[in-house]
């Protein structure tokens, strides 16, 4: 079974910078995983933020950014807003299947 | 606008089955995936499957295998996810969230949440 790997908490101060990861157990991420990102609030539907490991939706503020780091994917917040609190999960492709990590709880 | 909008809240027996329909509109039907993914309260989310609405292709999680069905109604725009033998576990929020056909999530449905007790 593919497990996905993701911190499980992690605390930026406004105006700072944070980078989540993403590890899959099968091995080093690329981009043949096509990882996703998405914003989780409380109450609210998911928010896709990052497509395609490093792309973003025209919704997705620019502070965000996705990219390969270390064999892992990874989602970087720049300039952190006390607004960007929220949970934060991966999914990645694995041949047929996606696997989602286990979220990352932001705290700003 | 793109809209996926998901059917309402249920609560289900033990052993009961749910079906959870996702509508959607504001974009040609059959150009886009549709996936279900859950979120078990307390947990993360898990990805239960697939639909293709071209021709109800399905692919599921194996942790669903024999207990989940993805069907399609081109007619109306609609996909379900039906989940069968229902144990206390399966309380969640459901959504259904659309995919680009070159594994671009974009837009998703509201939840809808799924109570299983007794």
């Known amino acids: 079974q593919t497990l996905v790997t993701q911190e499980p908490s992690l605390t930026v101060s406004p105006g700072g910078t944070v980078t989540l990861t993403c590890a899959s157990s099968t091995g080093a991420v690329t981009v043949d995983n096509h990882a996703n990102w998405f914003q989780l609030k409380p109450g609210q539907a998911p928010r896709t933020l990052i497509y395609s490991t490093t792309n973003k939706h025209s919704w997705t503020p620019a502070r965000f950014s996705g990219s390969l780091l270390g064999g892992k994917a990874a989602l970087t917040l720049s300039r952190a807003q006390p607004e960007d609190e929220a949970e934060f999960y991966c999914v990645l492709f694995h041949g047929i299947i996606w696997v989602f990590g286990g979220g990352t709880k932001l705290t700003v | 606008q793109v809209q996926l909008v998901q059917s309402g809240a249920e609560v289900q027996k033990p052993g009961a089955s749910v079906k959870i329909s996702c509508k959607a509109s504001?974009?040609?039907?059959?150009?886009?995936?549709i996936h279900w993914v859950r979120r078990v309260p307390g947990q993360g989310l898990e990805w239960m499957g697939m639909?293709?609405?071209?021709?109800?292709?399905?692919n599921d999680a194996q942790e669903f295998q024999g207990r989940v069905t993805m069907t399609r109604d081109t007619s109306t725009s609609t996909v379900y996810v039906h989940l069968s033998s229902l144990r206390s576990e399966d309380t969640a929020e459901y959504f259904c969230v659309r995919e680009e056909l070159n594994w671009i999530f974009d837009y998703w449905g509201q939840g809808t949440l799924i109570t299983v007790s007794s």
């Open positions: 639909i293709d609405p071209r021709n109800g292709n399905t």
């Open positions: 504001g974009y040609r039907f059959t150009s886009y995936f």
